[in-house]
Structures are given as C-alpha cells and as structure tokens.
C-alpha cells in the first residue's frame, strides 16, 4: 500500500491557512469559508480512507499493525542528533487523524451559522485551518522533536483563537493566559526533550515496533535506551516525568489547568475543537506516545500521573457542580475527563525488560485512546450544542436559560444523548471507555477505582444539572419577552446530529460486543502491544458504575428538574461557603495571582527588573554615549572643505614618508 | 649636462607651489590652475627621470605624453563642473558648495 | 665641445627654472585670477623649455599645442563665463593664517621630498649616464602606435576613447537645463 498522499493531509491545510491568511480579507465571506471547509474536507476523506487502509492491513507477526513512515527527511542535523521531520502512520497517529479530522470538519461546518456575519471571518478560518494543519503535524509526527514543533505551534494558534475577539479586554487576558500557562509548562517539555536527546542520542520514537520505511527517507538514529540507563537510573525517568509537565500544561492537569476554563472567552467552536476534542488531549497522546518508554524505564513514575489525574479529575468535578456559566461547566468537565484519560494511562502494570506488553494488564492504555476517542466526539458535541444556546440566547449565563427545550428541539436531543454518554449510560460511547478505565483502575487500586468510580458519579450529576439548568426549569419570561429563542440553522444543527450519531453508533456497538465479547471494537485497533484485544466488560464493574450513573441522574433530576429548586437552595444556604470556594475554583486563580504577583514579581521581578533597567541598560546607555560622543567629535572633520583635506592628505603623506625613512 | 638634482629640486618646489596654491586659493578655477602645476612637475619629473636615469628607454616620455592628455581632458570635465556649480550656487567660491559636509 | 655645451645648457636651464618658479608663485600669490592663468601660461612654456632642454622635442611640442594652446584657453573661457566679479577684479581675500598654514605644509614637504630625492644614490647613477641625443619621430610613432612590449597602443586607444568620453561629459555637465 503506497501511503505518499498523507502529505497532503498537512499540505492542505496550510496551504489554505496562507491562502486566507494572505488573500483572505479580499474575499467575500463565503468564498473564504468555502477554502476552508474544502480543504479540510478533502483532509478528512484522506485521513478516511488512510485510516481504512492502515487497518484493514495485514497485521505483523507479533499480531501489531506495522508502523509506517512514508515520509522522513533530516531538516536540521548537528552532529550526532538530527532534527527530522516526517510523517509516521502508527495505530494511535491513525485514530488521531480520525478524530481531529472529523471535529474539526465539524466545526467548520458548524462555523459558517456560528460566525456568520461577524468581523475577521476570514480570518477565523485561516486560524482554523492552521490549527488543523499544526494538530495534524503532532500526532504524525515521527520524533519528538517535530512533535515538539507542531505542539507550539497548536500553543499558538490556541492563542489565536482564544484571542479572536480581540477588542474584548477578557479574551485579550485569557489568550495571554492560555499562551504563558502553557509556555511555562512546555520549558519543561523542552528541557525533557534534550535530556533524553542528550543522553539516547536520538529523538526518534523507533523504539516501538518494526517500522517500516519507505523508500528514500531518512533512516532513523535509533534510541540507544541503554546508554542512558548506564548513565544513571534516574536520567530516563526524569526526562520523562518533565515532558509529562509539558504535556500536563497542555492537558490542563492541576495546577496547571487555570488557562483552560478562561479559554472560554474563544469562539465557541472554537472551544469545542481546540479545548474540548483536540488541543487539549495533546498531553495524554504525548504519553501515549512515549507509553512504551515509561512502562519500561518509569515504571514507579507512572504513580505521579496516577495521582495527578485523580487529583484533577476530582478537583474539576467538584468545580463542575458549581459553575453557572455553561462553557465553564464543560470546561471543568473537559478537564475532569482528560483527567480520566492520563489516570488510565498512569494506571497501567509495569512491564517486564524485554517481554512484549501485556494487553490485560495494560488494558489502561486501550482504555485511555477509547475515551479519547469518544469523549472527543460528545464533547465537541455538547460545545457545539452549547454554542447553539448561546446563539439563540446571546449569554454564557445559566440564569437567562431555562425551558429551551420547546424552542431548540434539535439541540435538546443531542445535547441529551451527549449527557448520557459523558455519564455512562449503557448503549452510549461514553459507557464503553470509561467503564475500561475504571475495570483498569480497579486492577490497579481498589482506591483508584472507587475514587473515579465517584468522579464518573459527580460527572453525571453536574452534566444533567446543566443539561435541566439549560432545557428544563424556569423559563426566563422577562428575557424571551422581547427575543424568542430559535432553533439554530441547519449548518449548525447538522454537526450535531453527526456527532450524535457516532457516539450512538460506537455506543451500542462496543457495548453490545463488549457484553458479548465480539471483536472489532475499539480493542481491534488501538492497544498497548498492538495486538488485537477483545473488550470484554467487568459485569461487575459495568453494573456498579451503570447504577451509580442513574443514581446521580436521579438525583440530579430531583434536584434541578422542578420550577423552583427548593433543595438546591437548601444546599445553597447550608454550605454557603463551600459553594462559594467552588464557585470560585477554590482559589486556584488567586493563589496563583498571590504567587506571581506577591512572590514571584516582588522578591525576584522587581530586582531582576532594577538590574536591567540600571546595570545593562546603563551599559548598553554608556556605550551608546560613547559612540554618540565620537561621531559629534570627528564629524566636524567632514568639513566639506576640500582644501583641509588636501592638507591633512599631505601631512599624512609626509608622515607616513618620515616613518618609513626612519626605518 | 645639468645635473638631475637640479630637476628633482625644480619639480619639487613646482609641485609645492601647486599644493600651497590648492590649498589656499578659494577660487575654484584657481584650485585648478594650481592643479595643473601640480600636474606640470610630476610631467617634468617623469621626464628628466627618462632622459637621465634610463636614456635608452622611452617610458617616462610617453607617461607624460599620455598625462599630457589626460590632464586636458580632466580640466575640460573640471571647467563643465565648474560652470555647473556657477549656475546652481552662483558662485565659484569653493565654500559655496560646502552641503557635502556632517 | 663638451663643456661649453654643459655650461650653455646650465644657463638655459636657470633662465627656465627662474621663470617657471617666479610664474608659479605669481601665479598662486596674484589675486586676479586672469592673470593667474596668464602666469600658468609661463609655467607651461618653461616646462616646455625644459622638454626641449632634455631633447624631448615631441613632447615639448605637445605641451605647447595641448596645453598651452588648449588648455589655457578652456580656462581662458571658464573665467569669461563664470565670474563677472572675479573678471573685474574684485577677488578673494586669502586668510593670513591659511596661507600660513599652506606655506608651512609645503615647505615641510618640500624638505621632505627634497631629502628623499637627493638623498638616493641614483643620482650619482646619472652622472655616468650618456646622452641620449634627439628621439625620431619614427621611434615614437612605431612606440604609440605598436602592439609589442614597451609599445603604447592599448592605452593609446583608451586614451583616444578616454578623451571622447570627457568631451561628452563636459557637455552634458555643463549643458544648459531645459526649461520645465
């Protein structure tokens, strides 16, 4: 199978990016959209029918799809270490490519009722189309290097399109926010990168696997592995538990997931695609990516990602439940489930030198793509539904909502079915992956387990406390007064129903051949040896968790369903404090605010600013000074008189005549 | 015979005429004129050295031929610049087209 | 014959030497600037004088036509056009402290050159040196117009090309501007 078109899959999006980047603001709005959504189009068919051909192919002996670079050349080399950049096809990069496709031609779609009319259309798309390109360039990448590339440039147009509504005072701060938070969190990426550059003298991920290589690409250096475990034992674990702080900013892992819920300030499209379905996950595909590193050589500090994550998952819950602003109820929900997902990639058994990894015991891994997988598509969904309401309602903010489901019958019933899923409801893809994930973190640690067994409860409780916020409840009769709600257009609504329709299609497929133990599920594709592994449910498991489910949508229904919500007021007046800390993130934001205003800017800005200001910049003055002086002094010599030349010219000349007589 | 360091000396106090004469006359077309003497006893160095030091040779005599001509033609071109600068800045002093300068 | 012919050659070449100096400090000194060119004119004819003193006969005739009968002339013309002040007489004042200064530099070199020439032992080389006597006419235009080693046709035609050039950039320098 010749895989030489992939490129194009890159290709096309960039060259629509500088197409609308540079000719964009001359175009009619449609036309520039129409760039746009072609191309990704085109991208997503490719990536279609690239992902068709990867797994329909024969396997390898050891029963894994091989990986494939089609596409490799030495852009920068030095020395031992060579930059490259390439294209490789694994089973993880395949699935990538499916669902950053699909979201994102999605919200392409989507885009063209969401921002129509509004100013810097063009623009929007151009973005978008860098996005797509740089999130396509990550996940194919074949070193860490060029992954470390196109993982800033993804900061980058983040930042874009987080600040797109530049005007706005908030979306200005929440871009800067977004960029710093995560350019913090990459130094450590970057400092991990040349640790392990250093000392395995390679950037390449060929240690997984056989790979093949197509004709006339750039070899591999391989990963010299036991270089670096000579070298010491804690050199590998190192680079890896920094790149992890890389990929836990990107991933908003507590404390570095403040950027994420102000992020919201974007577009809401572009909420849906970069920090609900795409963006976001870079972390825990980063960890996929490096997972047979880290099951060999860190194997102790895969309890750090453990603990990260559960710690998140749960922190964001408990904010969840108290947001009133409707993006950041997703938002929180998008970090508790990312959360979800590095748990189960932290959470898989050790490895054994030399053995080929273990399915069973490293389920977490196949659970981990599975929910990213399937949350990437109910997530884009309920972003994009929430952006329907937004439209019809022109606020962010629960109180105006209430009672749309006469109004938006179409929003209402995919926004349902995304909640059903987020939660864990049989039939619905969300049931199949996280129902793996906690089968594998009850393997794990009973701990572990019941602890997200508890967040996937709180998950389903602040979901359909958003969901009965927005559709049921009172209905705002002041604001609807003078503005009906309306169904969004079907460039809006037809996204919706797409998503919809995979996650109800994964769903009851992978939960009836998981009950059955069939096979072409998920499991088929994407596991930790490669190996074909049959999802087969924990009846245990699944009934626990199932029943947990209904019992927060229970609760949740007699909680916020009613007119007036006596109990949630009870609450609210129990604990006013408690609901106010959530509320609040629990402070998060001002801790940081005292830290970097109180402690960092103060103890160490402010000298390092005076050092600059009056030592360099004094310096730099001086010499500036100096050179100022010398040309004010010798320039009257220019006098323009030609006679004074003629003098100095023959004094110099008689001068010169002396000194060499002397000699 | 006249001993040649009677034309080293002539030429030289011709040569240093012509600078003391550059460099302090303000007129531009005497500048020139000063040039020109300049110019005259280099020639006349060129030709004593000639007819003295290598009497067999026709070197020197055809450098001055050949500055000779230069000589006219550079003081056509001087003279064509001169009356240039007479019309724009009406003058021919040389302090007149002193914007060069800084 | 020799000596009488040294001593006749002696006094021909003061005569020159003290015309062509005087001409040449008049000529920097005076401060009308016709009779600058006028005193250049002497200079030009004592150095011609010089030439046929060496026997340069060519070369003497030739600073005559050329300079004195083409140049000069240019100059003659350029004070005609250029300054009805200065043609009147009404001429520059030449700052004391410059000429000072001038006077200074040209005699420190002078000294300086002086030493130079007169120090080096190619004058005593000389001294032993025959006469060369009268150069043809066809010597020298077999030298300019030949391509062998020590003939001159190559900058002979550049020269030829070279003067063309100067005469159409006199031209257009010094053409009158159209009117706009």
Sequence with gaps: MDYSFVFLILLLPLFSFIVLGLAGMKMPHKTAGLIGTTSLGIVTALSYYTAFCYFTAERGADGAFATLVPYNFTWLPLGQLNFDLGIMLDPISVMMLIVISTVSLMVHIYSFGYMHGEKGFQRYYAYLSLFTMSMLGLVVATNIFQMYLFWELVGVSSYLLIGFYYPLQPAVSASKKAFIVTRFADMFFLIGILIFGYYTGSFSFSFAGDVVMADGTAPFIPVDVMKAVAAGGFILPTALVLMFIGGAGKSAMFPLHIWLPDAMEGPTPVSALIHAATMVVAGVFQIARLFPLWVEYAPGQMSIVVWVGVFTAFYAAAVACAQSDIKRVLAFSTISQIAFMMVALGVCMPGHHGEVLDNHAQLGFMASMFHLFTHAMFKACLFLGAGCIIHAVHSNEMSTMGGLRKYMPVTHITFLISCLAIAGIPFFSGFSSKDEIITACFAYSPVVGWIMTGVAAMTAFYMFRLYYGIFWGTENKELHAHHTPHEAPLNMTLPLIVLCVITVGVGVYTTIAGFAGWGGSFGSFVTASGAEYNIHFDLQVAATSTIIAIISIALATYIYKGEKQPIADKLYRTFPKLHRAAYKRFYMDEVYMFVTHKIIFRCVSTPIAWFDRHVIDGTFDFLAWGANEAGETIRPWQSGDVRKYAVWFITGTVALTLVLLCI | ?102 | MGGRCIMANLIMFIILAVVILGSAVMCVTTTRIMRAATFMLFVLFGVAGLYFLLDYTYLGAAQISVYAGGVTMIYVFAIQLVGKRTLQGLVERVKTSRAVCGALVALVSFAVVALVLLKNEFVSKACCSADGGEVPMEVIGQSLLGSEKYQYVLPFEFISVFLLACIIGGIVVSRKEEEK
């Design chain 2, 1 to 102: 015979m006249v001993p040649i360091e009677y034309y080293f000396v002539l030429s030289a106090l011709l040569f240093f005429i012509g600078v003391f004469g550059f460099v302090t006359r303000r007129n531009l077309i005497a500048m020139l004129i000063s040039i020109e003497l300049v110019l005259n006893a280099v020639d006349l160095n060129f030709a004593a050295f000639n007819r003295m030091l290598f009497p067999g040779e026709l070197e020197g005599f055809f450098m001055t031929l050949f500055s000779i001509g230069v000589s006219a033609a550079e003081s056509a071109v001087a003279i064509a610049i001169i009356i240039n600068v007479y019309r724009n800045f009406h003058s021919d002093q040389v302090n007149s087209i002193e914007n060069m300068k800084f």
